[in-house]
């Protein structure tokens, strides 16, 4: 992938929303993934998504640690996976960092927002998990997989991001993807806008909770009323689809709803 494209966006790939019954025949591929896992002992079902292009992949946040056989197996075996894009830096998200590195070899990009950069280089503590939560959740992890965890995210490790994302930047992939920083959830939180199919992919700026849409989950959404404020970009957009990593797709009065949330903040 050539690293960030400020050109005109172009082209109208497929895309396949997991579950939702739309099929995947371009050479240009959008599929959102359905990864079944287990958060906090419940069951939980995540919605990373990946971009098919030129024979590789590029897959969008990781999942939770210890997912990484079950998210690699959702993936087109034909494609490897020459790059990671993570919306933020908190565990469920870059849970298979660390596996996704391995794999590559030393030939991984990795995306991320400036905000998130030190968490996800391992310089600086995650912002929601403490030594303590963090211990227990690498407890019930083989011990490989919980040392590699460690390892990747240490500062005794060189740095895990390659690239820096900033607002406005333009993703060459499937015509162009665009950024947009949504802080607020976390520093350098980011989403995603596809105008080819008019689809908005959230990360955990927002969430769908039984049909409705939601801003962030508030206990997890450190400065709550900049992440609400945050989703006003959203409204510059020609939005028919949202995905989101948690509670995956919405259609609807999407720019109704985000009003609602925004006036709320």
């Known amino acids: 992938m050539e690293q960030i494209n400020h050109s005109a966006l172009g082209g109208e790939p497929k895309l396949a929303l997991a579950g939702f019954g ?3 025949n371009s050479n240009e591929q959008i599929e959102v993934l359905h990864l079944e896992v287990t958060m906090g002992g419940h069951a939980a079902v995540l919605h990373p998504f990946v971009i098919y292009e030129e024979g590789r992949a590029y897959l969008f946040d990781t999942g939770i640690p210890g997912s990484y056989d079950k ?3 959702l993936l087109q075996p034909d494609y ?22 391995a794999a590559g070899g030393g030939e991984l990009n990795v995306y991320a927002h400036e905000g998130d950069r030190k968490v996800i ?17 690498l407890s019930s992890l083989t011990p490989e997989t ?60 927002m969430a769908v909770n039984d ?27 020609d939005i028919d689809k949202v995905v989101c990593y948690h509670g995956g ?6 720019h109704g ?3 609602e949330l925004v006036a709320s903040s």
């Open 249 to 254: 797709a919405f259609h609807g009065d999407i």
């Open 121 to 137: 280089d391992g310089t600086a503590p995650f912002l929601k998990a403490t030594p303590e939560r963090l211990n227990m959740m």
């Open 146 to 205: 919980a040392q590699q965890f460690r390892a990747v995210f240490s500062a005794d490790t060189p740095p895990n991001v390659t690239d820096v994302l900033q607002d406005g930047d333009v993703l060459a992939l499937a015509g162009g993807l665009q950024v947009i920083h949504t802080p607020g959830h976390t520093p350098g939180h980011i989403s995603l806008y596809h105008p080819g199919s008019k689809t908005l992919f959230t990360g955990d700026a």
């Open 71 to 73: 998210l690699n197996a």
């Open 257 to 259: 709803r985000i009003r």
């Open 22 to 24: 739309i099929d995947m």
């Open 211 to 237: 049909g409705q849409l939601d801003g962030p989950v508030p206990n997890f959404t450190p400065d709550y009323p900049l992440a609400l404020q945050s989703l006003q970009a959203f409204l510059e957009l």
């Open 80 to 101: 490897p996976v020459a790059g990671v894009i993570l919306t933020h830096q908190d565990i469920d998200h870059v849970g298979t960092l660390p596996q996704w590195i």
